[in-house]
């Protein structure tokens, strides 16, 4: 469930800017990121594409290895929880990237907004994510 929202968050359109009226645009975070890649902004292509994209979908991976039916008997389960606490701290970085782009575009003064499904969905498995590491974390050798 968390993978299809962060996949519906990616894609789905985020947020609709309209100009002076009759000029609006739609994106997503993927076709946002894209648009960084193709005007040469490299260094926020970079940060918004491993915080919101790349960090998001590893972090997926390592609660599906936390969850896998042997990992009770795996002696890297230390190892992956410390990584997982790790990520924590960065964890609420993709949503803060939203945030600021939110707050940003509405206080332009010749700018409206309109939010859309996408940035619910995509901060729904944020936050579903979030519930998910906190509630493995406690199978943790020092939670026993």
């Avoid at 997982?84 to 701290?89: A, I």
Wanted: some cysteine; overall charge positive.
């Amino acid at each position: 469930m968390t993978a299809l929202l962060l996949l519906v968050g990616l894609y789905a359109p985020m947020l609709t800017i309209e100009q002076f009226l009759f000029i609006q645009s739609s994106f997503s975070v993927m076709s946002g990121t894209w648009q960084l890649l193709v005007q040469g902004q490299y260094l926020l292509f970079l940060l918004i594409a491993g915080f919101s994209i790349v960090l998001p979908a590893l972090k997926l991976l390592v609660l599906l290895r936390l969850t896998g039916a042997a990992i009770h008997h795996d002696s890297r389960l230390p190892r992956y929880l410390k990584l997982m606490h790790d990520y924590g701290r960065w964890s609420m970085l993709d949503v803060f990237v939203v945030a600021v782009l939110v707050v940003t575009v509405k206080l332009g003064a010749i700018a409206q907004v309109q939010v859309h499904y996408g940035l619910y969905a995509f901060c729904a498995a944020v936050l579903l994510t979030l519930f998910i590491t906190a509630c493995i974390s406690r199978l943790g050798p020092d939670n026993d």
